[in-house]
């Protein structure tokens, strides 16, 4: 065993270092066959005589060179490598065909690549925490993953099989004062020329920044910190604790442009001040699906809004709960832990509107993530057009493999003349296959940079486009699962395209493919009917996709053209964003009267009519207003 | 040279190198297939240039190691002599060989007796 690893060892040695083994074998030949020759001289041969049978016995030097190859150094990877060699040679050679193969490859790939990435980075990104296998989130079997804040804090008092049990609640949006007025950064266009309207804030609004709502011991427990300054410390989540914030990373770059004096500063958010303590890691989104601007305790973000107060009412629900396993625990053990605690919760606090099935409702426990707990729905979605792809890349394939066809025609007589001087089919049937995982691993290195660039400006045009406040959209790049999914594709596609042109060219059809008039229609049988029905199924999936994506952009356009039965065009939303106080009714309608009369002096002539609706379940106040001729 | 029948010498050719080179001391490749030759009275004929497979593999074992020195006629040569690791080597194999060869022999003397 140890021999045979030390063996492994001088043998990968013995690779690296072939020429200098071959130098030596080269010397310790010349002076055997010099003393073979002194030797037969001494016998009493004649010196030709003597240096001929020299060379009878000891052999025939390259066949001794090409063994003695073999048995010290790594023969497959040998063999391997001369393919590589001699595929790169056979590329070159063909710049047209390579050229055109790579990029139909690159695009199939590419495809792939870019829609794998965005499912990989939605879908498939773990929390950004030390040990993400062990944060859990924790769902009822009826799939409702929302909490009232008492019902989480009992959880989060008497529970053993966490080592925190943190809660996340809701995203809102504040408006920010007590920071100098940002200059309105240029918008993209991709989007708004292509028709879409997104909720932009118009000129002269307040600035809106995303804020979302975090128990205290949301970071310790998920064991990240602060890239400045601190994260929140134990009683900051009760309602007296002074009003703090933590500013992610990329709303400090985007709109305090990393100045550092803003720990300590106070903002207004909602006109109530709070103090910005610290700084998240960059792209740290948690639990969310996005990176917000502002990180609250649930306290503050409840002070701030006008939702009254849902930390006291059992009947509000105001959180996802997400907790860290014990180290002596499992997920089935806490799961158990949270069933018993539930049932002396719905004991202790019966509830009045609690439907008689309640008692069935169980607890569950899913991987935390931050798209959510695992949804059949839209992982379909995802399979969907994930083979959507797959079928382009599968038309790329059955191209390249028309391709090879084609060539494989005029290279018969190469191959042909291989066969004849020995070389076995399975041998040929490698090296075509090398070659094609070549020009395979080119197109798929050109198609990571094409997707990851297309990526990237389509990115940064969906941030662009959505209002600042919805938080900064994902940073995608590819990752070792991307660049592994593409290596699986390049793979799959030299197989896919390569397989079938290698074992028809490799056919042993000597007597025909010799004689060059026979090399024209070598294989007439056979091979038209290989290609006849690639062309076919090749057009009935193209029709498939066509027709898919015709259909995917007509009813887009429709959906944007989409007559609404009133006129749009002219009506603007007001949205007050306040605290509880400041909204009070008596407020909303001074505020809405003064609205009115402002505009009736403004537009004197213009009829300027309101309409003040309250909005659902809260006490936001929206306003719509119609300007007509405007 | 066929596929088996170097398989078949492969094992017996390691067991001749070690001992020659346990019995004679450092010895270059030409040295060693002279000298096989010579025990086996030409009754294996070997291509001298196969000693090299043979030393490069024994080599790559530890069993033996190389150096390079010069030969009695002043020519340069690389020397081979045996490690402590190829005489423990040679002690199992050749007494591996002698249990087989000995039941070869008894089996053979049987076949003859009966």
């Known amino acids: ?630 | 040279m066929t596929e088996n029948k170097s398989e078949i010498l492969q094992g017996t050719l390691d067991l001749m190198v070690l001992k020659t080179l346990e019995a004679m001391g450092p010895l270059h490749g030409y040295g060693i297939a002279r000298r096989i030759e010579q025990f086996s009275e030409a009754a294996l004929r070997v291509n001298q240039g196969t000693i090299y497979l043979c030393l490069i593999r024994l080599v790559q074992k530890r069993w033996i190691s190389p150096a390079w020195g010069t030969s009695e006629n002043n020519r340069k040569a690389k020397f081979y002599s045996i490690t402590k690791a190829g005489r423990k080597q040679l002690a199992a194999e050749a007494e591996n060989w002698e249990r087989v060869s000995g039941v070869i022999s008894r089996m053979l003397e049987l076949a003859a007796g009966s």
Not at chain 1, 171 to 179: D, F, K, Q, R, Y
Not at chain 1, 611 to 630: E, K, M, N
Request: aromatic share 8%; net charge positive.
């Open chain 1, 1 to 630: 065993m140890f021999t045979s690893f030390k063996q492994m060892i001088a043998r990968i040695h013995a690779f690296f270092r072939s020429g200098e083994f071959d130098r030596e074998l080269d010397q310790e030949l010349e002076s055997h066959l010099a003393m073979l020759v002194e030797d037969n001289l001494r016998r009493g041969l004649a010196p030709k005589q003597a240096a001929e049978a020299a060379r009878l016995q000891l052999g025939g030097l390259t066949q001794i060179r090409e063994a003695h190859r073999e048995v010290r150094g790594l023969p497959l990877l040998d063999t391997f490598l001369q393919d590589v060699h001699y595929a790169l040679r056979a590329l070159r050679k063909n710049p047209g065909f390579t050229a055109i193969a790579t990029l139909t490859l690159a695009t199939g790939i590419g495809v792939n690549t870019a829609i794998f990435t965005a499912y990989n980075a939605v879908a498939l990104r773990p929390i950004q925490a030390p040990e993400p296998g062990r944060l859990v989130q924790v769902t009822r079997s009826t799939r409702d993953p929302f909490f009232s804040y008492p019902d989480y804090a009992y959880y989060r008092d008497n529970t053993r099989s966490f080592s925190g049990l943190f809660a996340c609640g809701f995203g809102n949006t504040v408006s920010l004062g007590g920071a100098d007025r940002q200059a309105a950064a240029p918008r993209a266009s991709i989007a708004s020329a292509a028709g879409f309207r997104l909720p932009q804030a118009l000129a002269g609004s307040s600035e809106q920044a995303g804020a979302v709502g975090v128990s205290e011991n949301y970071f310790k427990a998920l064991g990240v910190g602060a890239a400045l300054g601190r994260t929140f410390l134990p009683g900051e989540d009760t309602a007296g604790a002074q009003s703090v914030a933590l500013v992610s990373y990329n709303y400090w770059e985007s709109r305090f442009a990393r100045d550092s004096g803003l720990i300590g500063r106070t903002l207004m958010l909602n006109g109530v001040s709070v103090v910005v303590v610290g700084v998240t890691p960059r792209d740290f989104s948690g639990t969310w699906p996005m990176v917000p601007n502002l990180w609250l305790p649930l306290s503050v973000q409840s002070r701030l809004t006008s939702r009254g107060d849902p930390l006291h009412d059992r009947n509000s629900v105001c959180c996802r709960v997400y907790g860290r396993l014990a180290r002596d625990s499992g997920p089935r053990q806490a799961e158990a832990e949270m069933n018993a605690l539930g049932a002396q919760l719905q004991l202790a606090f019966p509830r009045a509107d609690s439907p008689p099935t309640s008692q069935t409702v169980r607890f569950v426990l899913t991987p935390a993530s931050p798209s959510g707990p695992p949804d059949s729905r839209a992982t379909a979605v995802a399979i969907f057009i994930l083979g959507a792809v797959g079928l382009v890349l599968l038309i790329a394939c059955a191209n390249v493999a028309s391709l090879l066809l084609a060539r494989s025609a005029a290279r018969q007589r190469e191959i042909a003349i291989r066969l004849a001087i020995g070389a076995s089919r399975g041998r040929l049937i490698r090296q075509l296959l090398t070659e094609n995982a070549v020009m395979s691993l080119l197109a798929a290195a050109a198609g990571v940079v094409c997707s990851w660039c297309s990526l990237r400006i389509l990115m940064e045009q969906i941030s662009a486009a959505l209002p600042n406040y919805w938080g900064m959209a994902l940073r995608v790049a590819p990752d070792q699962r991307v660049l592994g999914y593409t290596l699986f594709l390049s793979i799959a596609a030299t197989v896919g395209c390569g397989l079938a042109p290698a074992l028809e060219a490799s056919r042993p059809n000597l007597t025909s493919a010799l004689k060059d008039e026979g090399a024209a229609f070598g294989g007439r049988l056979r091979k038209p009917r290989l290609r006849d029905l690639m062309v076919g199924a090749q057009v009935a999936v193209c029709l498939a996709l066509l027709i898919a994506a015709g259909m995917l952009a007509r009813t887009s356009q429709r959906a944007l053209a989409v007559d609404l039965g009133f006129n749009y065009r002219n009506i603007v939303m007001l949205e007050f964003s306040s605290t509880a106080a400041a909204m009070a009714p008596a407020n909303v309608v001074a505020i809405r009267t003064r609205l009115a009369q402002q505009l009736a002096i403004a537009r004197k002539n213009r009829r300027a009519h309101s309409q003040y609706r309250l909005a659902f379940g809260g006490r936001t106040g929206y306003f719509s207003i119609g300007l007509p001729h405007l």
